[in-house]
């Protein structure tokens, strides 16, 4: 595995990453469900897509690097019972949409804000069926991560080792069931039978990506 031996070291990394230019699109497309491909280029079109942003917050646990995602309920909606980062839709009270992803994390996960750092900003992109811009911050957790979710924002927290995300055998293509009706077939990471598709995967292959880039120039 590609163990990181301590949040130093994560905390340079991340630094590097952030200093080079992004893959940006190219990391998206290059897992995004074929059907959405087009609408996802075409999203400089979109002038009225609702701003949001999300949280890859990173955190040690057992030693290791750990990146938290959730559960959403199932309800009437476009992303029911998906998996994602804590985050959500900005609103006016919001300094920015860094502070966004804080917020929406601190009411969904129970997190102590005043224990994140920021490490940077990964690329922005649109999601075609909530029309949302999706604003993704990278940020690193200082101390014991203990979560507290709301359980009607979050069925469920998912734990998964960074380590084990930078496998290539974690990248997989998967049939799955959209709504209960359409069937399709798409890249996404599987961690004990959790599957992490569509605009979560595309943000987490950018970090990916990007770390892997720094990693090989080293």
């Known amino acids: 595995m590609n163990k990181i031996s301590n949040f130093k070291d994560l905390q340079n990394h991340l630094k590097l990453c952030f200093e080079k230019s992004l893959p940006g699109m190219d990391a998206h497309l290059s897992i995004a469900p074929m059907h959405r491909k087009s609408e996802i280029q075409d999203a400089g ?19 290791e690097a750990n990146i938290v995602f959730i559960r ?22 919001d300094k920015s949409l860094y502070h966004t992803a804080l917020r929406e ?4 996960i129970g997190i102590n804000t005043h224990k994140v750092k920021y490490s940077g900003k990964l690329t922005d992109l649109y999601i075609p069926p909530s029309n949302y811009i999706v604003s993704p911050y990278v940020a690193i957790y200082n101390g014991e991560c ?10 469920e927290i998912i734990e998964v080792p960074f ?7 974690s990248l ?23 599957i992490i598709w569509g605009a979560t995967a595309m943000i987490l292959n950018e970090l990916i990506v990007s770390w892997k880039n720094v990693k090989n120039e080293k």
Do not use: C
């Open 45 to 63: 079109l979109r002038k009225n897509a609702v701003k949001s942003s999300v949280l890859i917050l990173f955190y040690e646990k057992e030693n």
């Open 172 to 194: 997989r293509n998967v049939d799955i069931t959209v709504r209960g009706v359409e069937s399709l077939s798409t890249p996404a990471f599987v961690y004990k039978n959790n």
């Open 72 to 93: 959403r309920p199932h309800y009437n909606g476009v992303h029911s019972g998906q998996i994602s980062f804590p985050g959500g839709r900005w609103e006016m009270t």
């Open 146 to 155: 203990r979560f507290v979710p709301d359980p009607a924002e979050v069925a």
């Open 105 to 108: 994390a601190r009411e969904e």
């Open 163 to 169: 380590a084990f995300l930078l496998e290539a055998a």
